[in-house]
């Protein structure tokens, strides 16, 4: 199956179960995955963001960033199938890893 298929609500619950601090909000075809990441001030914060703007580029896959002072929201969904995919479940997991 490709990554770029949609996920039922079920599986992506499944999947969010192994990635500690995302969760699903919206379902079907308004079905994202959301995680908040918190920083100790602003350059440690567009750190991060300029880090998941390269995992981003690195595959073709490009969330919804908020910006804030100390804090930066992460949403993925995949606008091509209008659905949280396989492909966001990985992003969600490099994201992860940027982080000790
Ligand atoms: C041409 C390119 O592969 C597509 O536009 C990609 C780029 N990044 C993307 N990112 C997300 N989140 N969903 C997409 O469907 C998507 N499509």
Not at 51 to 72: C, I, K
């Amino acid at each position: 199956m490709s990554t770029r298929e949609p996920l039922t609500d079920a599986q992506v619950d499944q999947a969010l179960a192994a990635l500690a601090g995302w969760a699903r909000t919206g379902s079907g075809a308004q079905a994202a995955i959301e995680k908040t990441f918190r920083f100790a001030d602003y350059a440690a914060t567009i750190a991060f963001v300029n880090a998941v703007a390269a995992v981003a580029e690195a595959l073709d896959h490009h969330p919804d960033l908020g910006v804030h002072w100390g804090r930066v929201v992460v949403r993925y969904n995949t606008h091509s199938a209008s659905a949280v995919t396989a492909l966001d479940i990985e992003s969600a997991r490099r994201v992860d890893a940027l982080r000790p």
